[in-house]
């Protein structure tokens, strides 16, 4: 009797004390192995295409969304916001394979040259990458023959994403401001 008492009281106690540690390290934050979310191994990526900038034309792809009384007089157009959706392509061509879009903002956020503020998603649509979008964060000198900007995210097989893109412009159309761009991104990513 005197043992089996034991027993069940020495149960009892393991079983507080697991109760009150549990409750103790309750945490929203918690260690994972990478492997646990399917993370391998990491890559190297080289993405290539042309992004269309079409700014004048029946079917405008950026418009302006804001600017101030002083951006028609400033010679870097200071102050001008455009909003995007450029579509992504395999070559140059404007009718060429569609690959994605390039969603987000352009803002002039250089006084003194053309120096534009860029906040956007390449959105892929194609392939292996349809749904995966990388993020990009950057300022682009549209006038200087090489930019390039940081890749700071991403999602779909983008996750974990770091990286850059350089720009380089193929043609331009100094009537209208429309404008091919060539890109090379390089991404490391899982
Ligand atoms: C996560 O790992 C760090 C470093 O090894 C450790 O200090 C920390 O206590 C761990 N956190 C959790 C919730 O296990
Ligand atoms: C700036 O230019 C736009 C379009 O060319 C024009 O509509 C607007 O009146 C101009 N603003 C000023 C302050 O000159
Ligand atoms: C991309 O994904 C969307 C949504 O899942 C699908 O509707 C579309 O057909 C896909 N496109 C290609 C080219 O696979």
Known sequence: MVKIHLTTQF?????????LT?????SFSRNLSRKS?????????HLHFYFHDIVIARHPTAIKVASSPTTNTSSSFFGLVMMM?????LTPEPGSKVLGR???IYASADLKELGFLMVLNYCFTE??????????LGRNAAFTSMREMPVVGGSGLFRFARGYAQAKTHSLDYKTGNAVVEYDVFVLHY
């Open 22 to 26: 549990s409750i103790q390290s309750k």
């Open 127 to 136: 392939g292996k990458y349809n749904g995966s979008t990388l993020s990009i």
């Open 11 to 19: 149960i009892i106690t393991i079983l507080l004390l697991h109760i």
């Open 102 to 104: 390039a969603q987000g």
């Open 37 to 45: 979310l399917d993370f391998k191994k990491e890559k190297l990526t």
């Open 85 to 89: 959706d450029d579509p992504l392509t």
